[in-house]
Nanobody
Framework: QVRLVESGGGLVQPGGSLRLSCAASGIAFSNSHMGWYRQAQGKQRELVAR???????DYADSVKGRFTISRDNAKTTVYLQMNSLKPEDTAVYYC????????WGQGTQVSVSS
């Protein structure tokens, strides 16, 4: 059974930081591309960042220079370090895995507000 379990979301003030984690099980993690998507209320789900099995990364333009994606294959976990958060970063953040099939986590809420 594939499980992607996100954690680390919460409420933070503008300019603050959060670190999201996604613990994966049931997949060949080191052979999987991993990533984070987000969906704000009333908007479509969008890519935030991805990291390939070769550790190549790419980011949405809106988060470049502020967010960093990383992975630890030994812990089968992918991370998203989010700095300089803005109110427009408020969304539900979903962990994504591509193993030839796509899998999604249940999502974690990130709210940026003063």
């Amino acid at each position: 059974q594939v499980r992607l379990v996100e954690s680390g979301g919460g409420l933070v003030q503008p300019g603050g930081s959060l670190r999201l984690s996604c613990a994966a099980s049931g997949i060949a993690f080191s052979n999987s591309h991993m990533g984070w998507y987000r969906q704000a209320q009333g908007k479509q789900r969008e890519l935030v960042a991805r990291i390939t099995r070769s550790f190549t990364t790419d980011y949405a333009d809106s988060v470049k220079g502020r967010f960093t994606i990383s992975r630890d294959n030994a812990k089968t976990t992918v991370y998203l370090q989010m700095n300089s958060l803005k109110p427009e970063d408020t969304a539900v953040y979903y962990c994504w895995a591509d193993t030839a099939y796509e899998f999604w986590g249940q999502g974690t809420q990130v709210s940026v507000s003063s």
